[in-house]
């Protein structure tokens, strides 16, 4: 049985406009440019003013404010608006100047390379490989299985299958496994096709010809003796095959020149993008005070189409033509997405503004001094709570920014961390004591590297009194190994 029920809800939803500011928001300077040239592309109602407006190349806070002085602009018509908003908007809405006149500053475009893909690499090799037709396509279809990496991760069972089902070809693992070992395992770059660690390695120095006594020596630990290796188990190496410190030594540095990842230096894709890092915000120091300052060479000054006002302003007359009508509609909301679309930019703008004062003035001494010793803790909530924004529109503001500050270039998230505090009760920075665990490990003895335990008392002496599981929380934040394998000779 049919029932009618009658439900007051009350929720909330982001507008459109909302969820586009927090899209450019987020954005960084280059993928900003290219957002933008999209809109452009798409709106015909957004133009782009040939002639630099602008004064400076960044902009400040203030800067950045100054449209909120101009004046109102309307679109002037006497088409019945009653299903459009009203054109009564201040003309920032309409026009957006985002040009500084230190663009020289920032003349790097990212460079684009066309490169080779590990995979077009091997293929081109297979071809001109003496092998069957049959086996061709086997080959074929394993390295297309082979991970970036160059590995084979797949099991030969599987692959057998997906040959059945998927190209018709009825083969056996041992077939398979055969043509893996003597077509695409002998391909460069050597190592390709390996299933682990040990293999890749072993495929290597197999093509390294050489009696070199160290070059031998490799290969017989790297077969016979990987899992001491890897464990650093030196002296059970050493004993194993009756040899000096000094030729265990030799052996080790042929092996660190092995590379565990071979398709690492091929392009995921056909086309790899090599994209220098254009800072976001620069740092200036000038007479003691810190300055952000905001680059904005990335966005262009923008104004809605005077043609496409005039253009309303004519559809619009003509109100019994029902056509006029549908182009004076489609024109209108062009109109107002381009002016939108300007005022998300501009509130973009202030909002990166604002969020970098914020960090400035919570990390002054930081920026005089250059000294990451002097990052203060510092996290989102503190951020927020200067400048009024939530949470998470910082997390986007900081999200892949970069600054350019007086020290070098430096990623914004990583001023941030949690506190703790020392002997003397002052609040500092986790990454400040990450700082002195990288120090102390940096300069321990590597023949009897220092653990976790000696570690703690170490940071105790210098007047931080933090647990043991904290110290190797830390060092696998800093991908520090454990003493056992910081071993060396």
């Not at 993928?31 to 109602?45: G, K, S, V, Y």
């Not at 390379?113 to 081109?124: A, C, P």
């Not at 660190?256 to 398709?263: A, F, I, N, Q, Y």
């Not at 254009?278 to 905001?294: A, H, T, W």
Request: hydrophobic content about 35%; overall charge negative.
């Amino acid at each position: 049985m049919l029932k009618q029920n009658l439900q007051i809800k009350l929720g909330q939803k982001l507008a459109p406009q909302q969820i586009q500011l927090m899209k450019l928001i987020q954005l960084h300077t280059l993928e900003f440019q290219e957002e933008l040239e999209r809109e452009l592309e798409e709106n015909p109602a957004l133009e782009v003013v040939k002639e630099e407006t602008g004064e400076d190349d960044f902009s400040s806070l203030d800067n950045n404010n100054d449209y909120e002085e101009e004046g109102n602009e309307s679109i002037e018509t006497d088409f019945d608006v009653d299903e459009y908003l009203y054109d009564d908007e201040p003309s920032y809405k309409s026009a957006s100047s985002n040009y500084s006149a230190d663009d020289e500053d920032f003349d790097n475009e990212s460079l684009l390379t066309e490169g080779q893909s590990l995979y077009d690499y091997l293929m081109e090799q297979i071809h001109l490989s003496s092998i069957d037709d049959e086996d061709l396509k086997i080959a074929e279809y394993i390295i297309g299985n082979l991970d970036n990496d160059g590995y084979l991760r797949r099991e030969i069972k599987a692959i057998v299958d997906d040959l059945a089902f998927s190209q018709g070809i009825y083969t056996t693992q041992e077939k398979v496994k055969e043509i893996l070992e003597n077509y695409v395992q002998k391909l460069d770059p050597a190592g390709v096709g390996a299933r682990d660690l040990q293999e890749c390695l072993l495929l290597q120095i197999e093509k390294k010809v050489s009696r070199d006594k160290s070059v031998i020596l490799a290969g017989n630990i790297l077969r016979h003796q990987f899992d001491a290796l890897i464990n650093k188990h030196y002296s059970k190496i050493i004993n194993k095959y009756d040899i000096e410190e000094e030729d265990l030594k030799d052996a080790l540095d042929v092996i660190s020149k092995l590379s565990p990842k071979v398709g690492g230096n091929f392009d995921t894709q056909t086309i790899t993008i090599n994209q220098e890092i254009i800072p976001d915000f620069v740092i200036q120091i000038k007479d003691g005070q810190v300055l952000p300052l905001l680059n904005s060479r990335n966005a262009p000054t923008l104004r809605v189409s005077e043609e496409y006002k005039e253009i309303l302003s004519t559809y619009s007359h003509d109100k019994n033509s029902a056509e006029h009508k549908q182009a004076a509609l489609f024109i209108k909301q062009k109109l107002d997405a381009a002016k939108w679309y300007i005022d998300a930019i501009n509130q973009r703008q202030n909002t990166l503004m604002q969020t970098i004062s914020a960090i400035v003035k919570l990390q002054k001494e930081y920026f005089l001094t250059g000294d990451e010793k002097n990052i203060k803790p510092m996290i989102l909530k503190d951020v927020a709570d200067i400048t009024g924004f939530d949470i998470s529109t910082i997390s986007r503001v900081v999200k892949s920014k970069y600054a350019d500050t007086p020290s070098g270039i430096i990623l914004l998230k990583n001023l941030f961390s949690d506190s703790l505090t020392n002997d003397d009760g002052e609040e500092v920075s986790t990454k400040e004591i990450k700082n002195h665990l990288q120090e102390v490990i940096s300069h321990e003895d590597k023949r009897k590297p220092l653990t976790d335990d000696a570690l703690v008392d170490v940071l105790k002496e210098k007047g931080y009194n933090i647990a043991r599981r904290t110290i190797a929380k830390y060092r696998e934040q800093l991908n520090i190994p454990v003493a056992r394998l910081r071993k060396e000779l």
